[in-house]
Nanobody
Framework: QVQLVESGGGLVQAGGSLRLSCAAS????????MGWFRQAPGKEREFVGGITWSGDSTSYSDSVKGRFTISRDNAKNTVYLQMNSLKPEDTAVYFCARGAGPWGISPRDFGSWGQGTQVTVNS
């Protein structure tokens, strides 16, 4: 139904910043909430945050609240994750995901993940 392609990952020092992008195919992109998840080696996929279809509301996990910001540009079919003040514990593969509908931004509201982009934070 939808193809999601993440990009922007890389290696950064603690305290640094990265911006991830998720490009989505499909004509109905703007009708759905979008989210970000991450998965560290040996651990289960973890919810990072979500954003409603219009961008009016966002949600974040406690671990990233105040440091990460989700935004979207529906004209470009793209969702962003701005990551500031990165910590080593942020190291993971980051995935974007499409919601089941336009408004739900809780972890259980998302599915259809992309392939992920690696974020590594050291020092």
């Amino acid at each position: 139904q939808v193809q999601l392609v993440e990009s922007g990952g890389g290696l950064v020092q603690a305290g640094g910043s990265l911006r991830l992008s998720c490009a989505a195919s499909g004509r109905t992109f703007s009708n759905y909430a979008m989210g970000w998840f991450r998965q560290a080696p040996g651990k289960e996929r973890e919810f990072v945050g979500g954003i409603t279809w219009s961008g009016d509301s966002t949600s974040y996990s406690d671990s990233v609240k105040g440091r990460f910001t989700i935004s979207r540009d529906n004209a470009k079919n793209t969702v962003y994750l701005q990551m500031n003040s990165l910590k080593p514990e942020d190291t993971a593969v980051y995935f974007c995901a499409r919601g089941a509908g336009p408004w739900g931004i809780s972890p259980r509201d998302f599915g259809s993940w992309g392939q992920g982009t690696q974020v590594t934070v050291n020092s």
